[in-house]
């Protein structure tokens, strides 16, 4: 079974610019978490979505937010970039939710000149 | 929100010793897992174990949800075992579905 897959794994972009990025769940999966590890605040949590619907929202700026397809995959987008959004930007995918194994992707790293 | 305390933040080991890694948190959970992320930065899932007691080859767990702790015991350590030692609760029950990261125990095996 393919694991999780997030898209592109690197990215540079600029101050005021937005983002997008991609995450593919484990075929089977319904819940798809985001998450943005940085060195100073550890792993944080941005979003959780489960069946297309947002179950959960951290604690970040309306700047941040996500979406899920029907067929599970999601993406996230960041927009009027700032400098402190460089970070590694991780998805990870369950069956039912975080009461159920997390399986993360390999990340992308964002950042931000 | 949850705190998630983890102990001690850094280990150094010599291959082939044992150690105990802890996770305290502050309200009840039914929720807990350990993760490793390699040096390369990838998240493995090691362990979802919200109580009792799990073992898998060299590494075993314990959650003791009643006293609000968790320990990850790895044996006969491996250079491979080097990184960072996660623990992350959640309790769905409070309508929560988002997991709380503690800072993490970096452990380096020397060879």
């Known amino acids: 079974k393919a694991g999780v897959t997030q898209t592109p794994r690197y990215l540079i972009k600029t101050r005021g610019q937005q983002v997008t990025l991609s995450c593919s769940p484990i075929s089977g999966h319904r819940s798809v978490s985001w998450y943005q590890q940085t060195p100073g605040q550890g792993l944080q949590f941005l979003f959780e979505y489960f069946s297309e619907t947002q179950r959960n929202k951290g604690n970040f700026p309306g700047r941040f937010s996500g979406r899920q397809f029907s067929n599970s995959r999601s993406e996230m987008n960041v927009s009027t970039l700032e400098l402190g959004d460089s970070a590694l930007y991780l998805c990870?995918?369950?069956?039912?939710?975080?009461?159920?194994?997390?399986?993360f992707g390999n990340g992308t790293r964002l950042t931000v000149t | 929100g949850i705190q998630v305390e983890q102990s001690p933040p850094d280990l150094i080991l010599q291959e082939g010793a044992n150690s105990t890694l802890r996770c305290n948190f502050s309200?009840?959970?039914?929720?807990l897992q350990w993760f490793h992320q390699n040096p390369w930065g990838q998240l493995i899932n090691l362990f979802y174990i919200p109580s009792g007691t799990k073992q898998n080859g060299r590494l075993s767990a314990t959650t003791v949800a009643t006293e609000r702790y968790s320990l990850l015991y790895i044996s006969s350590s491996q250079t491979t075992d080097s990184g960072v030692y996660f623990c992350?609760?959640?309790?769905?029950?409070?309508?929560?579905?988002?997991?709380?990261f503690g800072k993490g125990t970096k452990l380096s095996v020397i060879p």
């Open positions: 990870a995918s369950s069956l039912e939710g975080p009461n159920s194994p997390l399986h």
């Open positions: 309200d009840s959970v039914n929720n």
């Open positions: 992350a609760v959640g309790n769905s029950g409070a309508g929560s579905y988002q997991l709380t």
